[in-house]
Protein backbone atom coordinates (compact mmCIF):
# COMPACT_ATOMS: atom_id res chain seq x y z
CA UNK A 1 0.00 0.00 0.00
CA UNK A 2 1.40 3.57 -0.73
CA UNK A 3 -0.67 5.35 1.97
CA UNK A 4 -2.33 3.58 5.18
CA UNK A 5 -4.04 5.29 8.07
CA UNK A 6 -4.35 4.77 12.06
CA UNK A 7 -6.72 6.42 14.02
CA UNK A 8 -5.44 8.05 17.31
CA UNK A 9 -7.96 7.90 19.64
CA UNK A 10 -8.25 3.64 19.08
CA UNK A 11 -4.25 3.44 19.83
CA UNK A 12 -4.44 5.54 22.69
CA UNK A 13 -6.98 3.46 24.20
CA UNK A 14 -4.70 0.07 23.77
CA UNK A 15 -2.08 2.02 26.19
CA UNK A 16 -2.69 1.10 29.99
CA UNK A 17 0.03 2.37 31.87
CA UNK A 18 1.05 6.15 31.60
CA UNK A 19 4.28 7.17 29.91
CA UNK A 20 4.20 3.57 28.09
CA UNK A 21 4.48 4.83 24.60
CA UNK A 22 3.34 3.39 21.36
CA UNK A 23 5.57 3.65 17.99
CA UNK A 24 3.08 5.29 15.16
CA UNK A 25 5.99 5.31 12.31
CA UNK A 26 9.20 6.38 11.46
CA UNK A 27 9.69 9.32 8.88
CA UNK A 28 13.39 10.19 7.35
CA UNK A 29 15.13 8.84 10.72
CA UNK A 30 12.74 10.72 13.25
CA UNK A 31 10.37 8.21 15.17
CA UNK A 32 6.91 9.40 15.88
CA UNK A 33 4.94 7.90 19.11
CA UNK A 34 2.27 8.59 21.03
CA UNK A 35 2.15 8.11 25.16
CA UNK A 36 -0.28 8.70 27.87
CA UNK A 37 0.68 11.57 30.51
CA UNK A 38 -0.87 10.76 33.64
CA UNK A 39 0.61 11.44 37.08
CA UNK A 40 4.67 12.79 36.99
CA UNK A 41 7.39 11.81 34.83
CA UNK A 42 10.73 12.27 36.79
CA UNK A 43 12.83 14.94 36.23
CA UNK A 44 15.83 13.99 33.62
CA UNK A 45 17.43 15.15 30.23
CA UNK A 46 18.79 13.72 26.94
CA UNK A 47 22.27 14.46 25.89
CA UNK A 48 21.53 13.05 21.98
CA UNK A 49 18.31 14.19 21.18
CA UNK A 50 15.85 16.76 21.26
CA UNK A 51 11.99 16.07 21.76
CA UNK A 52 8.77 17.50 20.21
CA UNK A 53 5.54 17.56 22.70
CA UNK A 54 2.25 17.72 21.17
CA UNK A 55 -0.36 17.43 23.21
CA UNK A 56 -3.58 15.86 21.16
CA UNK A 57 -5.97 15.57 24.24
CA UNK A 58 -6.02 17.33 27.66
CA UNK A 59 -3.26 19.13 29.01
CA UNK A 60 0.29 18.61 30.54
CA UNK A 61 2.79 20.49 32.60
CA UNK A 62 5.83 20.61 31.50
CA UNK A 63 8.75 21.58 34.01
CA UNK A 64 12.26 22.19 32.41
CA UNK A 65 15.46 24.42 33.29
CA UNK A 66 14.06 26.72 30.69
CA UNK A 67 11.03 27.78 32.03
CA UNK A 68 7.52 26.34 32.83
CA UNK A 69 5.04 25.50 30.10
CA UNK A 70 1.18 24.58 30.27
CA UNK A 71 0.28 22.52 27.01
CA UNK A 72 -2.94 22.15 26.03
CA UNK A 73 -4.67 20.02 22.39
CA UNK A 74 -3.08 21.56 19.86
CA UNK A 75 -0.14 22.87 21.54
CA UNK A 76 3.59 21.85 21.54
CA UNK A 77 7.11 22.70 22.19
CA UNK A 78 10.46 21.30 21.14
CA UNK A 79 12.89 20.30 24.03
CA UNK A 80 16.45 20.71 23.27
CA UNK A 81 19.04 17.82 24.36
CA UNK A 82 20.90 18.39 27.53
CA UNK A 83 17.84 20.97 29.33
CA UNK A 84 16.41 18.63 31.94
CA UNK A 85 12.77 18.66 32.03
CA UNK A 86 9.44 16.59 33.72
CA UNK A 87 6.18 16.24 32.25
CA UNK A 88 2.91 15.28 34.22
CA UNK A 89 -0.74 15.56 34.19
CA UNK A 90 -3.65 15.10 36.79
CA UNK A 91 -5.58 12.90 34.59
CA UNK A 92 -5.18 11.28 31.54
CA UNK A 93 -3.73 13.38 28.45
CA UNK A 94 -2.72 11.95 25.27
CA UNK A 95 0.84 13.27 23.85
CA UNK A 96 2.62 12.55 20.47
CA UNK A 97 6.52 12.69 20.72
CA UNK A 98 8.64 13.16 18.19
CA UNK A 99 12.43 12.23 18.47
CA UNK A 100 15.17 10.59 16.22
CA UNK A 101 15.16 7.23 16.18
CA UNK A 102 18.03 6.03 17.77
CA UNK A 103 19.82 8.66 20.15
CA UNK A 104 23.65 8.23 18.62
CA UNK A 105 22.37 8.50 15.55
CA UNK A 106 21.69 12.05 16.17
CA UNK A 107 22.43 14.32 13.56
CA UNK A 108 21.66 17.98 14.86
CA UNK A 109 25.67 18.17 16.88
CA UNK A 110 26.79 16.72 19.20
CA UNK A 111 26.04 15.50 23.09
CA UNK A 112 24.76 18.53 25.00
CA UNK A 113 25.18 17.19 28.97
CA UNK A 114 23.55 20.54 30.32
CA UNK A 115 21.92 23.67 29.49
CA UNK A 116 23.22 27.01 29.83
CA UNK A 117 22.17 30.79 30.66
CA UNK A 118 22.58 31.46 27.02
CA UNK A 119 19.71 29.09 26.23
CA UNK A 120 16.84 30.79 25.58
CA UNK A 121 13.42 30.11 27.56
CA UNK A 122 10.81 27.51 25.81
CA UNK A 123 7.87 28.92 24.03
CA UNK A 124 4.77 26.63 22.88
CA UNK A 125 3.43 27.05 19.49
CA UNK A 126 -0.19 27.39 19.17
CA UNK A 127 -1.22 24.96 16.21
CA UNK A 128 -4.96 26.58 16.01
CA UNK A 129 -3.53 30.50 16.28
CA UNK A 130 -0.94 29.90 13.57
CA UNK A 131 -3.87 28.27 11.50
CA UNK A 132 -6.50 30.74 12.06
CA UNK A 133 -3.72 33.42 10.59
CA UNK A 134 -3.26 31.48 6.62
CA UNK A 135 -4.91 32.91 4.48
CA UNK A 136 -4.16 30.30 1.17
CA UNK A 137 -4.98 27.02 0.68
CA UNK A 138 -2.39 24.18 0.24
CA UNK A 139 0.29 26.67 1.02
CA UNK A 140 1.57 24.71 4.26
CA UNK A 141 3.53 26.89 6.20
CA UNK A 142 6.94 25.91 8.73
CA UNK A 143 5.72 26.45 12.07
CA UNK A 144 9.31 24.50 13.33
CA UNK A 145 12.14 22.80 12.51
CA UNK A 146 14.40 19.42 13.95
CA UNK A 147 16.83 17.30 13.31
CA UNK A 148 16.59 19.03 9.62
CA UNK A 149 12.96 18.74 8.95
CA UNK A 150 10.44 21.17 8.56
CA UNK A 151 7.37 21.05 11.01
CA UNK A 152 4.27 21.95 8.25
CA UNK A 153 1.07 23.44 8.95
CA UNK A 154 -1.67 23.07 6.43
CA UNK A 155 -4.92 24.44 5.53
CA UNK A 156 -6.51 22.81 3.12
CA UNK A 157 -9.81 24.09 1.29
CA UNK A 158 -10.77 22.49 -2.47
CA UNK A 159 -9.03 20.51 -4.64
CA UNK A 160 -5.28 20.59 -4.11
CA UNK A 161 -2.05 20.07 -6.35
CA UNK A 162 -0.56 17.19 -6.83
CA UNK A 163 2.75 16.53 -4.66
CA UNK A 164 5.95 15.89 -6.02
CA UNK A 165 6.98 12.13 -4.31
CA UNK A 166 8.82 12.52 -1.12
CA UNK A 167 11.90 10.70 -1.15
CA UNK A 168 11.00 9.15 2.65
CA UNK A 169 7.31 8.26 4.42
CA UNK A 170 5.36 10.96 5.63
CA UNK A 171 3.11 11.48 7.87
CA UNK A 172 -0.62 13.79 7.54
CA UNK A 173 -1.81 14.03 10.83
CA UNK A 174 -5.74 15.51 10.05
CA UNK A 175 -6.04 18.09 13.26
CA UNK A 176 -9.56 18.87 12.35
CA UNK A 177 -11.68 18.94 9.59
CA UNK A 178 -11.50 15.66 6.81
CA UNK A 179 -10.09 15.05 3.86
CA UNK A 180 -9.00 13.00 1.21
CA UNK A 181 -5.71 11.69 0.08
CA UNK A 182 -5.28 10.15 -2.67
CA UNK A 183 -2.50 8.97 -4.96
CA UNK A 184 -2.43 7.11 -8.35
CA UNK A 185 -2.93 3.77 -6.50
CA UNK A 186 -5.40 4.20 -3.68
CA UNK A 187 -7.45 7.01 -2.10
CA UNK A 188 -8.39 7.27 1.81
CA UNK A 189 -10.52 9.43 4.03
CA UNK A 190 -9.34 11.06 6.55
CA UNK A 191 -11.30 13.18 9.63
CA UNK A 192 -9.57 14.53 13.19
CA UNK A 193 -7.21 12.57 14.86
CA UNK A 194 -6.34 9.77 11.79
CA UNK A 195 -2.90 9.75 10.96
CA UNK A 196 -2.23 9.21 7.40
CA UNK A 197 1.27 7.92 5.88
CA UNK A 198 2.48 7.96 2.52
CA UNK A 199 4.97 6.45 1.68
CA UNK A 200 8.30 7.61 -0.40
CA UNK A 201 8.25 8.48 -3.36
CA UNK A 202 4.70 8.00 -4.13
CA UNK A 203 3.00 11.51 -5.49
CA UNK A 204 -0.41 12.42 -3.67
CA UNK A 205 -3.12 15.03 -3.41
CA UNK A 206 -5.17 16.74 -0.66
CA UNK A 207 -8.91 17.49 -1.23
CA UNK A 208 -12.03 18.75 0.92
CA UNK A 209 -15.15 19.51 0.99
CA UNK A 210 -14.87 21.88 3.95
CA UNK A 211 -11.71 23.35 6.06
CA UNK A 212 -9.61 20.97 7.53
CA UNK A 213 -6.25 21.62 9.69
CA UNK A 214 -3.07 19.01 9.02
CA UNK A 215 0.21 19.08 10.35
CA UNK A 216 2.70 17.33 8.27
CA UNK A 217 6.58 16.69 8.33
CA UNK A 218 8.76 16.91 5.61
CA UNK A 219 12.93 17.13 4.88
CA UNK A 220 13.81 21.23 4.55
CA UNK A 221 15.10 20.57 1.26
CA UNK A 222 11.92 19.36 0.18
CA UNK A 223 9.55 21.93 2.06
CA UNK A 224 7.04 23.15 -0.07
Not at 29 to 53: A, K, N, V, Y
Not at 91 to 101: E, K, Q
Not at 115 to 123: C, I, V, Y
Amino acid sequence: MSISKVNLDRIARRIRKPFETGRLGLYGGLELSIFICQGTFPWHRHIDEDELFLVYEGAIQMVTERGELTLRAEEMVIVPKGVAHSTSSPLRSVVLLLRPYGATGSSNGRRRLFATDEDEQLEKIKLGSIYHRLESSYVPVEVASMEGHSLMLWRCAGIGPEWPPPSHNIPLLVVRGTVEIETDEERIVASGGDLVTVEAYTPYRISTVAQAMVFSLEREHESL
